[in-house]
């Protein structure tokens, strides 16, 4: 069964660099049928679209956030990886991870997230 | 900048069918949006409900589904339960490849 974990400090200085990986066990990351993404969760706010990857490389990211994010992929230790610069409060939210189900054939097309890690909080603060 | 739009808050009564809606600050939301849904109780992971518009995640009940009325994406909960009390989050995949989540609807079962 596929799962996906998170890890990271679950605090960061404003103006420094989140950091984040997700290891993904039961599966492997490459696979040509997903991408591999980032969601969060601010408190007591909704889920908002980070970005995503997939085993190759090919990154796509919120515009709103495109400026500050860099996701990577290690295919050699299944995992991938969320970096979130120059972050402030406005950062600190519920951190996920989810699988992104992109594939498709003939009329048949895929679009959705199937599996989530637990998520793991960040905060921003001094 | 493209913005999804769902209802703040819903109310249904035990048994009662309630249809949450989802849509585009500009446009109409097609099946080629792929729309999905999520439900999530506080303090827990999402979990997904459904893709594709109107497909069932895996061991979703048939009382769950989705569809497209009029210009937005729909879920309809048909008999709603205590435990179905959530927010509920649409989803839609932009051909850029971008993915947009819409803001939650909260669901009360009262």
């Known amino acids: 069964q596929l799962q996906l974990q998170e890890s990271g400090p679950g605090l960061v200085k404003p103006s420094e660099t989140l950091s984040l990986t997700c290891t993904v066990s039961?599966?492997?990351?490459?696979?040509?049928?997903?991408?591999w993404g980032w969601i969060r969760q601010p408190p007591g706010k909704g889920l908002e679209w980070i970005g995503n990857?997939?085993?190759?490389?090919?990154?796509y990211y919120n515009p709103s956030l495109k400026s500050r994010i860099t996701i990577s992929v290690d295919t050699s230790k299944n995992q991938f990886s969320l970096r979130l610069s120059s972050v402030t409060a406005a950062d600190t939210a519920v951190y996920y991870c989810?699988?992104?189900?992109?594939?498709?054939?003939?009329?048949?097309?895929?679009?959705?997230?199937?599996?989530w890690g637990k998520g793991t909080t960040v905060t921003v603060s001094s | 900048q493209t913005v999804v739009t769902q209802e703040p808050s819903f109310s249904v009564s035990p048994g009662g069918t309630v249809t949450l809606t989802c849509g585009l600050s500009s446009g109409s939301v097609s099946t080629t949006y792929y729309p999905s849904w999520y439900q999530q109780t506080p303090g827990q992971t999402p979990r997904t409900l459904i893709y594709s518009t109107d497909t069932r995640s895996s061991g979703v009940p048939d009382r769950f589904s989705g569809s497209i009325l009029g210009n937005k994406a729909a879920l309809t909960i048909t008999g709603a339960q205590a435990d179905d009390e959530s927010d509920y989050y649409c989803?839609?995949?932009?051909?850029?490849?971008?993915?947009?989540f819409g803001g939650g609807t909260k669901l009360t079962v009262l």
């Open positions: 989810a699988r992104h189900v992109t594939y498709g054939a003939g009329y048949y097309y895929f679009y959705y997230m199937d599996v």
């Open positions: 989803v839609l995949y932009m051909r850029s490849g971008i993915w947009v």
């Open positions: 990857i997939y085993y190759s490389g090919s990154t």
């Open positions: 039961g599966g492997s990351i490459s696979s040509s049928s997903y991408h």
